[in-house]
């Protein structure tokens, strides 16, 4: 759960000190960033909008965001954390656009769920069973589409909490939610996906 | 407690977030609650599932993507930059707002405020040439009159204002027959005339009869005005006239209205105790009235009023009080003897 926190928390210093190579004029150092940090943001990103594409673009715009003002970080906080909110931060009005919405509802109208499989189906090429693939796939079709059913708040605590395993302390700080907010939305955002997926896991 | 509050803390209590006496408090219930188990162990097994959900990597070609991104907004940031940036400073919608609001509101008072120049003045200055004698100091603007049909130019509009500055406060004194004995006969034996005569209110002429310095001779010449001759005779012995050429005018009128000349002597004398100073003086002609313009300080004016107010009848239009900000005030009074 918390592997992934524990991975990247053991690199700040080393996010700082690309930033300041940044900073001080080294293009290089932001490319750095981006291939270290792309994969997480990437993930937070499909897992919130459960869309390939979009989730891609999406990244994209947050490190293009990222870029922008890294000239302006502060070292106030980790730059992983500071990059987390950026992205929950775009996500939020990702969602607010009506513009999403309505490119949703019309894909689904044209080709209704064909994005999604056909994407789904690339990124798990290489596994080796065709039947246990299947019902895997099922699986984490229904996982995700639960997690895409909550309320945004909700999703985006439980996605920063259970699948990119943060402390609570960090999604605090990254949604800027209070302690007990945090608390309070992953309580009723778990018991809410146990009650959405109990009867098919 | 309950299992409904149990089951609150229970996401929680499995990330080790509970301080350790609710912690505590949970780890009993669990030990007696069945269902409270299976409801940690559900929220166990769907945080696992999620954890375990595999990392959705980003395509290969990301980082150039992003790169290609930024190198495209930076072009175009620059490109528009180039062109708007000199000619398009930042200010805030509201303040530019307020600004033409500003400019549009002045520029609307402007044009109603000349357009008042245009139709009012020349009333104004017409009013002045045509009405010899106006009313009052028209402190009040002139009346629209609906027959004006001349054109608004500007070169009525620029007419000289000094005309109307220059209007007289028109005052008419309606001389009383018992004028001439209440004021000339300050002395001794003006005393018993006074009370033949039926009027008092000798002694509030005093500083007025003070300055005369010939009782005797006033007394006499009071007594002869009250006749009806030797009037002339007076007037010209009265050291204080101030006009000999007046007085000799007034000669030959002596005979028609000898209450009103004695007035105007008086009324001269009046106004050069007031620091003031005769301007013009005449008759008009037919009618046996007189009128006399002067000039008069306006710390003086009402003390003027007040004394010029026994010699007669004084009328004068309220809207006369003079301005404060004059130094000197225009009167014209008109004298009308008494039938």
Redesign the interface.
């Known amino acids: 759960m918390s592997k992934e926190s524990g991975k990247e928390s053991g690199e700040p210093q080393f996010d700082s000190a690309l930033v300041r190579s940044f900073q001080a004029g080294n293009k290089a150092a932001f490319d750095t960033l981006v291939l270290k940090h792309k994969d997480k943001i990437f993930n937070l990103c499909f897992r919130f909008l459960g869309d390939y594409q979009e989730a891609n673009d999406l990244a994209q715009e947050v490190f293009i965001k990222a870029y922008r003002s890294l000239r302006a970080f502060r070292f106030e906080s980790a730059f992983g954390t500071w990059l987390y909110r950026i992205a929950v931060n775009t996500c939020k009005n990702k969602v607010k656009s009506l513009d999403h919405r309505y490119a949703k509802k019309m894909v689904h109208l044209d080709n209704p769920g064909a994005t999604k499989a056909a994407h789904r189906l690339e990124i798990r090429d290489e596994t080796p069973s065709p039947l246990a693939e299947l019902e895997r796939k099922e699986r984490m079709e229904l996982i995700q589409r639960a997690i895409e059913s909550l309320p945004p708040e909700q999703k985006m605590v439980i996605i920063l909490r259970d699948i990119q395993g943060l402390p609570y302390d960090d999604i605090a700080d990254i949604t800027g939610y209070g302690l007990g907010t945090v608390k309070s939305r992953l309580s009723r955002a778990r018991l809410e996906l146990r009650r959405k997926l109990m009867k098919v896991l | 407690m309950e299992c409904s509050q149990i089951?609150?803390l229970?996401?929680?209590y499995m990330?080790g977030?509970l301080d350790k006496e609710t912690a505590e408090l949970v780890e009993k219930h669990l030990e007696t609650c069945e269902d409270c188990r299976e409801?940690l162990a559900?929220?166990r097994?769907?945080?696992?599932?999620?954890?375990s959900?595999?990392?959705?990597?980003?395509?290969a070609d990301?980082?150039n993507?992003?790169?290609e991104?930024?190198e495209q907004?930076s072009l175009v940031s620059r490109v528009f930059r180039s062109i708007f940036a000199p000619t398009w400073p930042k200010i805030p919608f509201q303040l530019a707002t307020a600004a033409a609001m500003a400019v549009l509101v002045f520029s609307l008072f402007n044009v109603m405020q000349s357009e008042n120049q245009i139709i009012g003045v020349p009333f104004q200055s017409e009013k002045a040439r045509t009405d010899k004698p106006p009313a009052t100091d028209s402190l009040e603007p002139a009346p629209v009159e609906p027959t004006y049909q001349g054109q608004p130019t500007l070169q009525k509009a620029v007419m000289p204002e000094k005309p109307a500055e220059r209007k007289p406060i028109e005052l008419v004194l309606l001389l009383q027959r018992e004028t001439p004995s209440r004021v000339y006969s300050p002395g001794e034996g003006a005393e018993a005339e006074d009370a033949k005569t039926g009027t008092g209110a000798l002694e509030k002429e005093e500083p007025f009869a003070a300055q005369k310095p010939l009782g005797k001779r006033t007394k006499q010449a009071a007594r002869k005005a009250e006749s009806g001759t030797g009037w002339s005779d007076e007037k010209r012995q009265h050291p204080l006239a101030p006009n000999e050429k007046f007085a000799g005018s007034s000669d030959e009128e002596a005979g028609k209205s000898p209450l009103s000349l004695q007035a105007l002597s008086k009324l001269h004398r009046l106004i050069e105790l007031e620091g003031g100073g005769v301007i013009a003086e005449g008759d008009e002609g037919v009618s046996p009235s007189q009128y006399l313009t002067a000039e008069i300080p306006a710390k003086n004016y009402r003390s003027f009023l007040d004394k010029a107010g026994r010699l007669g009848v004084l009328q004068s239009s309220p809207s006369a009080i003079p301005l404060g900000d004059r130094e000197m005030i225009l009167v014209r009074i008109r004298l009308i003897p008494a039938p």
């Open positions: 089951k609150e229970l996401s929680e990330d977030m409801e559900s929220l097994a769907i945080s696992e599932e999620l954890s959900l595999e990392s959705v990597e980003a395509p990301f980082l993507k992003v790169n991104r930024i907004r």
